[in-house]
């Protein structure tokens, strides 16, 4: 029989120690890639929350910009005669009527309505300053609207034909500079620069 040379201790002990130290390195190695794993999938997740509280948030700013704005309103009537009708006859209207109210905290500036896309107000009356020598009347475009304060534009004389094609539009300017616009629907809108 033949003998088999095992070597020395030392060698052998090496060897034991070098395959520990790769079983060792080995298993580091795959509890390093598990954790990698882990925050990736963690690193994700706080992605998408991010993501959607920084949407939340331009909701949330968007909203507080349009605060001011939603509370001004505007209500709209036809209003006058037209045509020489006698008390026998139905007679029609022949210009518009709109009340504009600033139910927001801080006044707003620069009020105007416009009728269709080319005529301005003909007139404007602070309703509450009524008792006043002028009676309210004020300048087109109204300069500052007060908060809680209303105001009547009334537009040029019509046909009744074109007080239809001509409906009202409000513009105005809020506290922070923004022209907003709400049309005969009531629909508010920024005005872009």
Known sequence: MSSIDWGDAPT????????G????AGLTIRSQRQQIAEQRNFIGEQSQNLTLERAELRASQEQRRRAQAKQVSMTFRTAGQSGAGDYNTSV???RWSVDVLNGSDEPVRDVMVRFGDTYNAATAHE????HLPDHGRR????????PGRTVNFES???QEVTVDNNRPVLQFTDRTGAV????EHGVLSEVEE
């Open 21 to 24: 130290a790769a079983l060792f």
């Open 12 to 19: 052998w002990i090496a060897a034991v120690f070098a395959g």
């Open 127 to 130: 309703v509450e300053a009524s």
């Open 180 to 183: 907003w616009r709400r049309n």
């Open 139 to 146: 300048t087109v475009p109204l300069a500052v609207l007060g």
């Open 92 to 94: 029609g209207y022949d």
């Open 156 to 158: 040029p004389r019509f």
